[in-house]
């Protein structure tokens, strides 16, 4: 397969992920189970007590701001977008970081309950501190017109809106398949998500780097070219 066409399925792949995951993150976690029953009675040997009704809301406000972010990110990996309009891809990105700033700060409300008690705490605080550093750095770099780097620093920071779905792979596998515990289960699936998503985005940029100068998720834009020089 040509390398521009390798880019183009594996942003239409992307592509499709994403448009499935809102849609059934959206469904289950306000239609179907908006009392989050299903994960909550799972929690076992909580350290401090749970207050229901505002971890509620903030799961709420953090599940809206996770599926903005992912797809305000998926937007702003469509060349033909940007393209389009520059300033289409500015005010998204910055709706990108917005929508990354809350989900940290509400999975930092969420943290200490997490499911799987203090190990996967820390886990969820040593992820949203990389998360932040990564997408901080995604800014700067392009805040200092180092496009290229901006570029990989938005795919180490994008993958990271995967999170959720791979932690639920991972402890599915664990939990159904080899029988563990759901929190145990929870808590492998959380670390080796961290450990999979950075290896995964290092993956794609370095498999986009022998296609060309720029490379990522699609070819290189025109607009792009006089500012590579
Ligand atoms: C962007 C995609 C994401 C989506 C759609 C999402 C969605 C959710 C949902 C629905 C829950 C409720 C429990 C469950 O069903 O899993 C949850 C819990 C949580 N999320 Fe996220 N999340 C995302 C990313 C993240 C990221 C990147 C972090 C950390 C930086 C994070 C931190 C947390 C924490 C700490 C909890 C509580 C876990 C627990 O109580 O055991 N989430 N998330």
């Not at 749970?50 to 990110?73: D, E, Q, R, S, T």
């Not at 996967?120 to 290229?148: C, E, P, Q, Y």
Request: charged content about 15%; some cysteine.
């Amino acid at each position: 397969m040509k390398p521009m066409k390798k880019q183009k399925t594996l942003y239409g792949f992307v592509a499709f992920t994403a448009v499935l995951f809102i849609l059934h993150t959206l469904v289950k976690n306000y239609m179907i189970d908006p009392e989050a029953w299903g994960f909550l009675s799972r929690k076992t040997g909580l350290q401090r007590e749970l207050n229901v009704p505002i971890w509620l809301k903030v799961m709420y406000v953090h599940v809206a701001f996770a599926c903005i972010a992912m797809a305000a990110g998926l937007l702003n990996f469509s060349n033909r977008l940007f393209e389009k309009s520059r300033r289409f891809h500015r005010v998204n990105g910055y709706i990108y970081f917005v929508s990354v700033l809350v989900v940290i700060v509400t999975s930092g409300y969420m943290a200490p309950y997490a499911t799987g008690g203090k190990i996967s705490s820390i886990g969820f605080n040593v992820l949203n501190t990389i998360w932040l550093i990564i997408t901080i750095a995604a800014l700067v770099h392009i805040k200092m017109k180092r496009i290229d780097r901006h570029r990989n620093w938005m795919i180490r920071s994008y993958v990271f809106c995967y999170t959720n779905m791979l932690i639920h792979l991972v402890t599915f596998l664990f939990h159904q398949g080899f029988g563990l515990a759901y929190a145990a289960g929870y808590t492998i699936g959380l670390y080796s998500s961290i450990v999979l998503l950075l290896i995964i985005a290092e993956i794609i940029i370095k498999k986009a780097d022998g296609v060309g100068r720029i490379n990522r998720f699609e070819y290189i834009p025109k607009t792009y070219a006089p500012m590579l020089r």
